[in-house]
């Protein structure tokens, strides 16, 4: 094998090599070399090379292993936002003033066609079973505290939903308490649903919540007490001890309502639905506070009388230590800021205030975008969150309006599966079972249960932005057979076979009027008491009654 030949490796001068003359380095030109991609994956998501992404490194946990550890503490931020923010405050009040409205009207309608009965019979049968509702409803013994009819405890339900994602509720066997109705429901702060004694998530039992294999709800762990109450550390009413409530009974009632809506698969509890901007909703609050504050002080009046003595002449007009008392002098002074007060200065000092920068059309700016942040958080609009449609014409605010009325459509939705129809059927069971139900045997019952126990829950009506508009868009619709008279209704929170009937009423009555008093027919019965009715709508434009309109030719003809 021949000797490798020596190789000079002291470095010579520090030229340049040309390209190619024997240079074992690459030289890559600067073009090549800014076209080097900073993403080195396929998808810029995964990337670690790039400096936006390397230190985004969060971890892949289940849903339970996210939630569960931090959920007490995120209820409590969001109670405290609240309890002191305004907004946060106001955001719940909407939330369920929308959702929820004054009162939840129950509409049975079973299934006709698997009970194998006609439209007459379900339009009778379903008068006599509301009003046997109403009465279990509309009083206070609905409620085991005898605090709340199933409307107040519906929205309060519904309030818990907004703070805390979840709602929780006990129904309970209490006979021979003043009702007729021994079915009761005692609600529960979510808040007491956890570990007995802070025992660690396992696989069966999560946040309180004991599953089998499958993820289905097997028993329910609930303190006697609120883990915050005053009086739960042992008091009279059971602090610190938890009782294992089953899920439902050997027979199939449930003897626990537990409602949320799950955003990933696996998921035990609900989230609350700030979660996602508390943070920028507690740094608002800061924003707004500090924003005040310096507002009080800017807006303060007042004069600083100061001496022309420097420190060594007041010491020597009265005496004393020079350093000592002077120091001693500056300690001691304490002022409170106010308007139109005269302050007296230190000899030798002055009063320079400190005036924070920046306009505020820029402040209004940013926090309007807070806002909107937060709005889209809480999947309500900025003008419905804020109050504020000062902002906006009708165009958009019916717009945004319409996007709050998707995501309010979808809560009423889990409120009735969750609740209201729960309720409803474990009332239905007991009304059964006493024999308060037209044509229902306690046989017939339990082999179609879920048959006999459907029924139509009207919330609130969506109310409107232009009533003339809109009225003339639900007449189009029901002309041209794309809608009916009961969705029309349910839209404004009535019941169209309620709103037909009282109509007749009037009619009927007005009718009466006009024989007793012996005015020509249709002079209180004609549409527009027969004068021409001109109403405005957003936009200036009057519109007359055409049927007033076209009686006031007749006669005149």
Known sequence: MAALPDIDWTPGPAEPAPIGAGSAVTVIPRAMASAVPEVETAYAAASYRAKDMASWMPPRLSPDSALLSELDTINARGDDLARNNGVAAGAERTYVDNVIGPRVMCKPNPDRIALGKDAVWVDEWSRQVEAEWKGFADGIYFDAAWTLNFHGATRLQARTLASAGELLALPLWLPERGSRWSTCLQLVDPARLSNPNGMMDTATLRGGKEIDAYGAAVAYHIRKSHPGDLFGFGGMFGGGVWERIPAWTPFGRARVIHAFEPERIGQSRGKPPVTAVARMFKMYDHLTVEKLR????????????ETPM???????????????????????????????????????????????????????????????????????????????FSKTNYSSARAALLEAWRYFYACRQLVSDGWCSVVYDLWFEEAVNRGRIPDCTPADFYSRRTAWTQAKWIYAGRGWVDPL?????AGTRMDNNLTSLQDEAAEQGKDARDVQEQRAREFAHAMALE??????????????????????????????????AKDQGAQAA
């Open 515 to 548: 024989e007793q008093y012996g005015l020509p027919p249709g002079t209180l019965t004609r549409k527009g008491n027969g004068q021409v009715v001109t109403v405005y709508s957003s936009e200036g434009e009057s519109s007359g009654s055409q049927s007033a």
């Open 310 to 388: 420097d420190q060594e002449a007041f010491v020597s007009a009265f005496g004393g230590d020079k350093a000592a008392d002077y120091q001693s002098a500056l300690n001691e002074w304490r002022v409170q800021m106010r308007g139109g007060a005269i302050i007296p200065l230190p000899p030798g000092t002055k009063l320079n205030p400190f005036i924070p920068g920046g306009p505020d059309s820029e402040l209004d700016a940013f926090a309007t975008l807070m806002l909107r942040h937060i709005g889209t958080g809480l999947n309500m609009p900025y003008e419905l969150i804020f109050k504020d």
């Open 294 to 305: 310096s507002t009080v002080l800017n807006a303060m009046i007042f004069a600083a009388m």
């Open 469 to 473: 508009k809109e009225a003339q868009a």
